[in-house]
């Protein structure tokens, strides 16, 4: 059966109301959840960034849902750090916690003060966080000089059920090498050629049986006119090509890009509807490609009506 998993953006809302909008979500029949570890928000108009890893207990503890998080070790995190951190939550709460793992923004990694690598050095950087985070999850001591750090660490609390390790890619150049590490996929909603293209290349990168999750941006209200200003209030600086999106240094870096994108083009990564038939026919068409879960993130600050619009009227549909 399909999880349908709510999406809680730390970057638009205080961990304190994310907390109640996921037991809200629970009640409304959403299966699973995911969440986002930044340090900044994309845009100032968000304003929030709070600590996924210290919420993430609270929300497994106050719910019955599975949980995942996109985590970029190697720079802000020592992946030994990260490593133990998943196994507490591991230990905690078993089959119920998953990492997904990317390459990170400069938005971001940049607080360190450490040179931002090129793309290529971040995905060896990255290869070389998975291998030492499984290994110490296998209960081997590490040491490792590369491109990160670890001397000598040895994790003594391990996980009995291993987190899967999901790779986040949005590119089917980035899916395919993926496919050949990773556990699982994540990816983000967009049109369905391309879509399809990343889907592809994960299957053929050695991804193929292996589970794939979807982040769907979307905005609802019941008035299209605010599902559309709401979008691009709070989301209109995240729809850029990754290779700028990774570049950017500072949340007003996504302003200026937002205020200058194309609304149309915007459509094509969100989407904005009031009819919520509209949006069962996009998620519908999403999970006739394969996607055992998809993460709903309604973009637009109106969660509430959300949760409960698309707990009627759409989850009903979807599983």
Same mark, same amino acid.
């Given at each position: ?14 961990? !304190? ?27 100032? +108009? ?29 720079? /802000? ?44 050095? /971040? ?34 609390? /391990? ?43 994960? /299957? ?47 949340? !007003? ?19 904005? !509807?009031?009819?919520?038939? @509209? ?20 973009? +637009?600050?109106?969660?509430? @009506? ?14």
């Amino acid at each position: 059966m399909m999880k349908i998993g709510y999406h809680s953006s730390h970057e638009q809302f205080k961990p !304190s109301d994310l907390l109640t909008l996921v037991q809200r979500a629970e009640k409304a029949g959403f299966t699973a959840g995911t969440c986002s570890d930044h340090f900044h928000p994309w845009s100032d +108009n968000q304003g929030e960034s709070g600590f996924a890893w210290s919420w993430l207990g609270a929300a497994l503890q106050a719910t019955s849902l599975s949980f995942g998080v996109v985590n970029a070790p190697g720079q /802000r995190y020592n992946p030994a750090i990260i490593a133990q951190a998943a196994a507490t939550l591991a230990d905690m709460f078993p089959d119920r916690f998953w990492i997904a793992v990317g390459t990170g923004q400069y938005l971001n990694e940049h607080i360190t003060g450490e040179r931002w690598p090129s793309k290529a050095d /971040r995905n060896t950087r990255l290869k070389e966080s998975v291998d030492i985070i499984r290994a110490l999850w296998n209960g081997e001591t590490v040491t490792h000089e590369g491109l990160v750090t670890v001397d000598e660490a040895r994790l003594y609390t /391990r996980p009995t059920i291993k987190p899967l390790i999901v790779g986040a890619a949005v590119t089917a150049k980035t899916a395919e090498w993926v496919g050949s590490w990773a556990d699982a996929l994540i990816t983000t909603s967009r049109p369905a050629e391309e879509l399809q293209e990343v889907i592809d290349a994960f /299957r053929a990168g050695g991804g193929s049986g292996k589970p794939m999750f979807l982040k769907v941006q979307l905005s609802y209200s019941p008035d299209k006119e605010k599902a559309r200003t709401g979008a691009l209030e709070q989301w209109r600086g995240n729809v850029y090509p990754n290779s700028v999106m990774t570049e950017l240094r500072m949340p !007003s870096h996504f302003d200026d890009a937002g205020s200058m994108v194309n609304e149309k083009a915007f459509e094509e990564q969100v989407r904005i !509807s009031a009819d919520l038939n @509209q949006h069962l026919d996009w998620l519908l068409e999403y999970k006739a490609m394969g996607f055992e879960q998809m993460s709903l993130h309604n973009v +637009n600050r109106e969660q509430e @009506q959300f949760i409960d619009a698309f707990g009627e009227n759409i989850l009903p549909k979807l599983v």
